[in-house]
């Protein structure tokens, strides 16, 4: 608790100014919540238990029903459910924190979204469903192989325990701030009841708590946004206040944290692999009741997505404006404890602990996934067991496996301020693996047509990437704990995000293709090595000639007539009918297109006008 000595407090400029006697760790007092805060969170409380038991109890017992919720939800469920994914305790805390820091530049994170959401919605989606696939690595085993599939699990458990260590570190450090809370009981308590959570519900509980959650954080949090933009006066009052940096959305090519050519060039790649070729966003996306309701989904969140920069980020701008001495990675704390009225608080803490719940619970559920489908079936460690027994013993395993990454996640939680120094630039960190990823991705959606790329040069970048990305974050720790660096990496250490992530790109792309051509090359010269020219005749002497009455050729003649009777017969059945529940269905795909394709060019514009307003 603080001990403050001095305290002046001027009303005209509306600035508190602390004279602390000792080091402290939180100047601010605690929240003081009003009897129907605590009732209206009661209430929030209650009825995400009452939609966990009702997914509990509807649930039946197949990898659909738990990974993807049957597959039954609709597009306004699929929308809030990838909302809520970028809008975390982690994500609310650090956008204000940029916001006040950093100004209007930290709104491309989301508002960045829209094109990868799309590119999701129109391409990658059609792959995903057509495939019939529930994870990624699933994805990178058709065109490349198990190795691959391996590495890339990896990859994507390990962005998991750090997902879920800086969203347990932001929700205890914001609970401590607020009500005075222990970190590690908090933490302890939230990890052990997310686990039930999501071990019982699965993904249907989730994404329908993800509903009620989006909806109470966008509407508090538009609250807060418009009485402290009030309280300095209105939006001209904090648009004078402001400088020219902070109500740009491209910064100078100097800048520190938003560099424009990393900005345009490295953080679309992220953008890319957060919101496009991310299990926990995809897994969300093939829950969809089908192709129309998925792509739908995707598009009504383009649209939920252009409000967090209003909901976060000007918050912090308008907070800097009239609190210029608050330490900006406590803003979000000052701006709920000064700012929002009273009863309504109770909402928003509940909304938030909702959203740190479905969050990590999403995470979970993602690495159940991954665990059962790619790792266990890899390893083939129940080769063993009788076929009755596979599947329950794989799901046991698998949801043994997330208990594993949660415990993990609880303990990385702890390096969380020993690897960055607050939420924003730990998020921003993660970038840095987002390279690697990416490029296994294109080289899997590009070159597997026309020329597919090697599996051990897409597994060789991947493992690059993996080792990249931990030697950064092992390099930002010994910086920030003020150890010297060895000598020649410091510019590792130095590089912008953005900019490092665009050359990692450039790096493993090149790999990539390097890396075939010479697989292909030492393949062809070993082959004809090989191939010696007595060897060739001999091969050429022992294939049979081909002969009319040969019994395969036989075989497949009679297998194709067999074929084309049956679908004479079928089409001499149905010819000429045309019931009119096809008539409806054309109609309402044509529909569909339609309201789909218009939504797009709806929120693909809405982005371009945000571009040219904050340019």
């Not at 890319?272 to 093939?286: D, E, R």
């Not at 509940?350 to 079936?377: F, G, N, P």
Request: proline residues 3%.
């Amino acid at each position: 608790k603080a001990t403050v000595s001095v305290l002046y407090w001027e009303k005209k400029k509306k600035n508190l100014c602390f004279a602390m006697s000792n080091a402290t760790s939180n100047a601010y007092d605690q929240l003081h919540l009003h009897w129907f805060d605590y009732a209206s969170a009661v209430v929030v409380f209650i009825l995400a238990v009452g939609i966990t038991v009702k997914s509990w109890r509807g649930q039946e017992n197949n990898v659909y029903s738990y990974f993807l919720g049957g597959r039954t939800a609709p597009w306004w469920v699929v929308g809030f459910s990838l909302f809520s994914y970028g809008t975390g305790v982690e994500y609310a805390m650090g956008m204000t924190k940029a916001g006040y820091t950093d100004g209007i530049a930290a709104g491309i994170f989301m508002w960045g979204s829209i094109p990868p959401l799309l590119g999701l919605a129109y391409f990658f989606l059609k792959e995903y469903r057509e495939l019939d696939i529930i994870t990624l690595p699933t994805f990178l085993f058709k065109p490349f192989d198990g190795t691959t599939r391996l590495i890339f699990s990896i990859f994507t458990l390990l962005l998991s325990v750090m997902r879920i260590a800086i969203a347990l570190h932001s929700y205890s450090i914001l609970l401590e701030g607020l009500l005075g809370y222990n970190t590690t009981a908090t933490k302890l308590v939230m990890i052990i009841v997310i686990e039930v959570y999501v071990v019982t519900g699965g993904l249907k509980a989730v994404m329908q708590t993800e509903v009620m959650q989006s909806v109470l954080l966008i509407v508090f949090s538009l609250v807060l946004s418009i009485k402290i933009i009030h309280d300095v006066g209105g939006i001209e009052t904090l648009k004078s206040n402001l400088s020219r940096n902070q109500t740009r959305l491209f910064q100078s090519a100097s800048d520190d944290t938003y560099p424009w050519p990393g900005v345009v060039f490295g953080f679309p790649i992220e953008a890319m692999v957060l919101w496009s070729c991310n299990q926990v966003i995809t897994q969300k996306a093939l829950a969809a009741e089908d192709d129309y309701h998925a792509k739908m989904g995707c598009i009504f969140c383009c649209f939920l997505n252009l409000l967090p920069p209003f909901l976060f980020v000007i918050p912090g701008m308008a907070l800097q404006v009239d609190r210029p001495h608050v330490n900006p990675s406590d803003a979000y704390e000052v701006l709920i404890e000064e700012y929002m009225p009273s009863g309504t608080r109770g909402f928003l803490l509940a909304a938030l602990t909702c959203s740190l719940a479905t969050s990590i619970a999403s995470v979970l559920s993602a690495c159940t996934a991954i665990l059962t489908i790619d790792v266990l079936e890899h390893l083939n460690l129940f080769r063993h067991a009788r076929t009755a027994l596979l599947q329950e013993n794989k799901n046991l395993a698998g949801r043994l496996g997330t208990l594993l990454v949660a415990l993990a996640g609880f303990s990385w939680s702890y390096a969380v301020p020993s690897v960055a120094s607050n939420q924003w630039d730990y998020i921003l960190s993660s970038s840095i693996f987002s390279a690697a990823v990416f490029a296994a991705f294109l080289s899997a959606y590009l070159f597997g047509g026309w020329w597919s790329m090697k599996s051990a040069a897409v597994t060789g970048m991947l493992a690059l990437g993996l080792v990249m990305g931990l030697l950064r974050m092992v390099l930002d720790e010994m910086k920030i704990s003020g150890r010297s660096l060895p000598g020649g990496v410091s510019w590792y250490v130095d590089v912008n995000f953005f900019l490092l992530t665009a050359g990692l790109f450039v790096v493993y792309m090149s790999g990539m293709l390097l890396a075939t051509r010479l697989i292909e090359h030492l393949e062809w010269s070993s082959n004809m090595v090989q191939l010696e020219p007595d060897a060739m005749t001999e091969i050429g002497d022992t294939l049979p000639e081909s002969e009319a009455g040969e019994p395969t050729e036989v075989c497949s003649i009679l297998t194709e007539t067999h074929r084309k009777g049956a679908y004479d017969d079928i089409e001499d059945d149905f010819e000429g009918t045309v019931v009119a529940s096809e008539i409806y269905d054309a109609q309402r795909d044509k529909y569909r297109l339609f309201a789909t394709n218009a939504m797009a060019c709806l929120a693909l514009i809405a982005f371009l006008i945000i571009l040219a307003v904050w340019f």
